[in-house]
């Protein structure tokens, strides 16, 4: 079993659904959790940075933590075509630097 | 200011090959790491650097990897021996500190034929 785990899809829903992205993990170690977004054939970018359990909001993006049941989720409001790409988990140690990442859900918002 | 750099974008060459592959970071940021992404997955760690030396080598897949980044700024992860199987996009990201937000690069598409 990996540490990460996250559904590769795609999910395909369309223009202005609400969408929601999930990671499970096993290491009760991860305090850090992030999610980044990547278009094909670019890097990842940083959305979303949160610290142990709870809930954070940015505009459109949601991010939910629930440390308790070793799950993490992204919700996306009013999704836009422009949304269309591949979604990283990714998750830190307290103390320590390298993130451990999920494979990626591709997304697909169809107008 | 410019973000992570990475050059060149693509790189093809022969098993058997060395290669070498170059990452620019953000101006100021001290700490610089290597993921390694195969088709399909998320981005695997390889070596972090805070500022000249290797603080965490503990990704590097065997001896033929190997980066340095001799001045604090730039860095260059070398593959000896290349075998079909390190065909990858392999990303470069930096942080102003140790803890901080990772910034990535475009990535280096390696094909080895």
């Known amino acids: 079993q990996k540490e990460v785990e996250q559904d590769p899809g795609p999910l395909s829903v369309p223009e202005g659904a609400i969408v929601s992205l999930n990671c499970t993990y096993s290491?009760?170690?991860?305090?850090?959790f992030m999610w980044y977004r990547q278009y094909s054939r670019k890097g990842p970018e940083l959305l979303m940075y949160?610290?142990?359990?709870g809930n954070k909001e940015d505009g459109r993006f949601t991010a939910q933590v629930d440390k308790s049941s070793k799950y993490i989720s992204l919700f996306i409001r009013d999704s836009q075509p422009s949304d269309s790409a591949t979604y990283l988990c990714?998750?830190?140690?307290?103390?320590?630097?390298?993130?451990?990442f999920g494979k990626g859900t591709m997304l697909l918002v169809s107008p | 200011g410019a973000g992570v750099s990475q050059t060149p974008s693509n790189k093809v060459t022969e098993k058997g090959k060395y290669v070498e592959l170059r990452c620019d970071p953000i101006s100021g940021h001290t700490a610089l790491y290597w993921y390694r992404q195969s088709l399909g997955q998320g981005p695997e760690f390889l070596i972090y650097f805070q500022g000249t030396g290797a603080a965490d080598d503990s990704g590097l897949p065997n001896d033929r990897f190997f980066a340095v980044r001799p001045e604090g700024s730039v860095s260059t992860l070398k593959i000896q021996r290349t075998e079909r199987g390190d065909s990858a996009v392999y990303l470069c990201a930096s942080s102003a500190g140790q803890l901080d937000t990772q910034y990535f690069g475009p990535g280096t598409r390696l094909t080895v034929l």
């Open positions: 949160t610290y142990s359990s």
């Open positions: 990714a998750m830190q140690p307290s103390g320590y630097s390298t993130l451990t």
């Open positions: 290491n009760s170690a991860f305090q850090y």
